[in-house]
């Protein structure tokens, strides 16, 4: 587990985009999706060689505030999200707005901060120059609390800040995952529709094996990691929200389940899509098989409760899942029964095997032999009364199989022959799951 560092301070100080500034990321996928951004939310930050996760609390209170009569409760609320995100971190950045000036607010959270005896660090945001510091930052001295003034917006002191935050958790001294001699093996992310049999395939799949961290007991962090040995290896489900929360959770679940594609399919080696089988590929499936495809994710499709269906139906159903997919007819269909046990041992190997096939590196020597065999199969078609010319080819270094084609014009090489490429590649290289990127680039 990583230090966890929390952004704690009232609504609108600026928590978010310090956030967002701090991972380096864009997050505007967030803002179009109401209800979205009162998630705690979690991001990997990494500084040179000092990792650590930063949950930014921001906006968990955004109808309250709308409602000035219920100030009380929403202070309360504030107070509840803060003292549980201060709780669960390591270290807090105490985030107050120099705009605006110390307020009462800022007051007692400050207060709550202190007594949690938490290493924190103060940022006074909104500084948006450094001729505003001095008069910005002045009455924040009172709080007690070592500070640096920030324009989160702006960037000013932005680098400044990001050195100082470094050294703050290197100064925690909180021993790294200790090597213990065990194999790290998959990360895996879940989607999937609520009710379509998440947990439950989790659950049959650690079976009786060892659950190293389950979920971080007194907090509503409802998203969490779930890690297990299995066979001497060490697998990660990624950011299970609702293996234990699910009740709460299931409503934004739908909204929210394309940024947890996003977020997490990004994060782990492969990704499991797991669909009801008596509910079929739905709306929001669709979305989400159209983005994994989109983004070259690796990703196995389950089809879960297979026991709800009789015998000598599956195969048709396996049929119309199959067809669901043809853009992606790489992608594994494991037809599963969680409740029975039935396929659940088939999905770490076909995980594995993928995370392998994405590993494989191929030298440019079999590359261009295998290129020229494929041409002589089958010439490039002529485009507008050219053909195109194939010169060579080179696999990029990237996180899934990369073949960079170098051709005359790649804007006359037809999609069927892009797809004629990818399947030919697929063949003579044995990449039979992973997701392949086919680029080309034109010289002369
Ligand atoms: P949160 O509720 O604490 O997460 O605050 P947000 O990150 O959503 O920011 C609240 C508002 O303050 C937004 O309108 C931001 O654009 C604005 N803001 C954030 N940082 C700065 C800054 O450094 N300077 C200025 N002028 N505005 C900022
Ligand atoms: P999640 O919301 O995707 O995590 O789904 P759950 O794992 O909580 O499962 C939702 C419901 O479907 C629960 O009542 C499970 O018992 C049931 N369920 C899960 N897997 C199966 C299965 O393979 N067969 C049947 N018949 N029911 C299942």
Do not use: W
């Not at 470094?166 to 100064?171: E, G, L, N, S």
Request: net charge positive; charged share 30%; glycine share 6%.
């Amino acid at each position: 587990m990583l230090p966890i560092v929390a952004l704690v301070g009232r609504p609108n100080v600026g928590k978010s985009t310090l956030f967002n500034r701090l991972l380096r990321k864009a997050r505007a996928i967030t803002h179009d999706l109401p209800g979205v951004t009162r998630d705690r939310i979690y991001g990997e930050c990494r500084m040179g060689d000092v990792r650590f996760d930063l949950v930014d609390t921001g906006g968990m209170v955004l109808e309250s505030e709308a409602t000035p009569e219920l100030s009380k409760d929403f202070e309360d609320e504030i107070f509840e999200q803060a003292q549980e995100a201060i709780e669960e971190a390591n270290a807090i950045i105490f985030v107050v707005d120099g705009k605006e000036g110390l307020t009462p607010l800022d007051q007692q959270a400050a207060e709550y901060v202190r007594r949690s005896g938490k290493p924190v660090f103060m940022l006074v945001n909104k500084v948006d120059g450094s001729e505003f510091a001095p008069q910005m930052t002045g009455e924040f001295h009172e709080l007690g609390i070592e500070f640096m003034p920030v324009s989160a917006a702006h960037g000013y002191n932005l680098h400044e800040v990001r050195h100082r935050v470094k050294q703050f958790v290197i100064d925690l001294n909180i021993p790294e995952d200790e090597d213990d001699g065990i194999e790290k093996g998959l990360r895996l992310t879940m989607l999937g529709r609520p009710n379509a049999g998440k947990s439950s395939i989790i659950n049959a799949v650690i079976g009786k094996d060892r659950l190293i961290v389950s979920d971080v007991a007194g907090t509503t962090r409802d998203s969490i990691d779930v890690t297990f040995e299995k066979r001497d290896k060490r697998y990660t489900f990624v950011d299970t929200a609702g293996v234990r929360r699910r009740a709460n959770i299931q409503d934004h679940l739908e909204k929210i389940s394309v940024i947890r594609a996003l977020k997490n399919s990004r994060r782990s080696d492969v990704t499991i899509l797991t669909i009801d089988i008596t509910l079929g590929v739905g709306r929001q499936d669709k979305r989400l098989i159209e983005f994994l495809a989109k983004e070259k994710t690796p990703f196995i499709v389950v089809v879960n409760k297979a026991d709800l269906v009789p015998r000598n139906e599956t195969n048709r159903a396996l049929e119309a899942f199959r067809n669901e997919l043809r853009i992606i007819p790489h992608v594994p269909i494991v037809m599963t029964s969680a409740q029975k046990g039935v396929g659940i041992g088939k999905l770490l190997p076909i995980a594995e095997a993928m995370r392998k096939e994405c590993q494989i590196r191929i030298g440019t020597g079999i590359l261009n032999r295998s290129l020229q065999a494929v041409l002589e199969r089958q010439q490039p078609p002529v485009v507008k009364r050219r053909r195109p010319k194939f010169f060579y080819v080179t696999q990029a270094d990237e996180e899934i199989p990369t073949f960079v084609f170098f051709c005359n014009d790649h804007a006359i090489v037809k999609t069927s022959y892009v797809r004629y490429l990818e399947n030919q590649f697929r063949k003579m290289l044995g990449i039979k799951t992973a997701p392949v990127n086919i680029v080309f680039r034109s010289s002369h």
